[in-house]
């Protein structure tokens, strides 16, 4: 089951978080500086004229006398270039302009007595001839609205105060900063959708991930991380990463079952044949310790068995050794390995108990191996004594050691047949299983069931492999492949 991780304390929600926090913070530096350019430029346009106003009566030369004259005939623009400076200079709609005297009285200025807003701004200013040596303009206000104002010192001392109303450039400001406002808005809202698809694709792998570990800790070993169809490099990287060590754990995982199996399975079936030697050595223990073996012969009899059975654990001991040591996968020691000796070594061996047995050894020259000598010593032992204990006494044996080239490989050919009863197919299927054992119809007891079990190990920890050919009444046939050593 997917497991949905939502809210902000999410990586998902924190990412989004970050970015939105990131972009509102660059919205609000962004807007701040614009507006504040913004303001900046629009109050330096309405100082330049006020400026250039003052500048204008300053430099014109008139007194209040001849500027009233002037307005009465009508005609400031057409005389003198001063003039024409001054009408230049006059107010626009916003703008308030009062003469005062040299009192700071309100006066009338060019035939018009002083109108309401021209006494308020005269009130406002507690010196006029601050203003008018003042090279900046100031900020006043006005009933209520905000104004900037400069002051003039004309010819007679008459001072005028211009002052121009800025509540346009403030509505200006307040329409560009609830435009960006509204824009900031949208581009946060379309930033937070986008970082939350965006991450929510970005992060999937991650979220497969945790869907595959928790698979994994419900104790489904075979569960791996899907890959993406546009992978991020870091992602795909830990992706195979994790699956590779998925695999490691599922295969160890394998591996323990596998070895706690063969232990359970080893501790069994070695307890299962140690009870009935263990179990006749007790039997013949009691009889004497409860003095039932009157006869020397029967004495004699009891102790031989106890002797056979005692042997017969300690072979059964050495065997379950060498499986557990073959299991481990032991280093073995390695060296060039005569594989014709040996076997005649065994063909030897086997001549001396059954002198009756017919045998055909084919191991001419030499046939060297790079292997461990005990161990394929044993292997062949174990062939040679598997014939002893399952086929009668006068079954032909053949033993053969041949090279085999092919396919760029050599390799070292044994094949050790008999003539025997042979074996069904459902046995043969079972012949390297441990401690099984088929019916034998050889002249010694039936072994433990470790000899063909050992044989595969052996030749499996020389990179070799095994095989068997039989059937009821066609002998069988042993055929044990190995690397040859390189010259």
């Given amino acids: ?69 002037l307005s009465a005939i009508g005609a400031l623009r057409d005389k003198y270039d001063p003039e024409r400076a001054a009408a230049r200079a006059l107010p626009r709609a916003d703008t308030v302009l009062v003469a005062l005297d040299a009192k700071g009285q309100p006066i009338a200025f060019a035939g018009v007595a002083p109108t309401r807003r021209q006494l308020e701004l005269a009130s406002a200013v507690d010196d006029p001839a601050v203003f008018a040596g003042s090279a900046e303009a100031h900020d006043l206000k006005l009933d209520g609205d905000a104004y900037r104002a400069v002051g003039a010192r004309i010819a007679d001392g008459t001072f005028v105060l211009t002052a121009t109303s800025t509540e346009s450039v403030h509505g200006a400001i307040k329409k560009a900063l609830r435009l960006d406002l ?31 570990a928790s698979a ?3 104790g489904d070993l075979t569960r791996r991380v899907p890959g993406s169809r546009d992978p991020v490099t870091e992602t795909e990287q830990l992706r195979v990463a994790l699956n590779s060590m998925l695999h490691q754990v599922e295969s160890a995982f394998e591996t323990r079952e596998h070895s706690a199996a063969q232990l359970r399975q080893f501790v069994a079936d070695a307890s299962h044949e140690l009870r ?41 001991v050495e065997e379950l050794l ?36 017919p045998l055909d050894v084919r191991a001419d020259g030499a046939m060297v191996v790079h292997g461990d000598e005990s161990g394929l010593r044993q292997v062949v032992g174990n062939l040679l004594a598997n014939i002893r204990a399952h086929t009668p006494a006068d079954a032909p044996v053949r033993v053969e050691l041949a090279r085999e ?72 046939s042993v055929t044990v492949a190995l690397p040859a050593a390189h010259t």
């Fill in 1 to 69: 089951m997917r497991r949905d991780h939502r809210g902000t304390h999410s990586l998902r929600g924190r990412l989004t978080l970050v970015n939105v926090a990131l972009l509102a913070l660059g919205i609000v530096a962004a807007t701040a500086v614009s507006l504040m350019g913004m303001r900046h430029y629009l109050l330096d346009n309405v100082d330049s004229e006020l400026l250039a106003s003052r500048n204008a009566l300053q430099g014109a030369g008139l007194t209040q006398k001849q500027i009233d004259s």
């Fill in 182 to 212: 509204a824009l900031g808005t949208v581009l946060l809202t379309f930033l937070a959708v986008a970082t939350m698809l965006g991450t929510r694709h970005r992060l999937r792998p991650l979220e497969d991930m945790v869907e595959t």
């Fill in 322 to 357: 060498t499986l557990a040591r073959l299991d481990q996968q032991p280093r073995l020691r390695l060296c060039s390995v005569d594989l014709s000796a040996l076997v005649r070594d065994a063909a030897d061996d086997l001549r001396a108990q059954q002198p009756q047995r």
């Fill in 216 to 218: 994994i800790a419900e």
């Fill in 405 to 476: 080239e092919g396919a760029g490989d050599r390799a070292v050919r044994l094949v050790v047949a008999d003539e025997g009863p042979g074996m069904a197919r459902e046995d043969a299927d079972r012949i390297f299983d441990r401690f099984f054992r088929a019916a034998g119809g050889g002249s010694q007891p039936a072994g433990s069931g470790l000899g063909m079990a050992i044989v595969r190990a052996v030749v499996a920890s020389h990179g070799g492999a095994v095989t068997v050919e039989t059937g009821p009444g066609k002998g069988l």
């Fill in 276 to 316: 009935t030697p263990l179990s006749a050595i007790r039997g013949y223990l009691q009889l004497y310790d409860k003095e039932m073996l009157r006869e020397p012969a029967e004495r004699t009899r009891a102790l031989a068995r106890m002797i056979a059975e005692a042997d017969r654990m300690g072979r059964l």
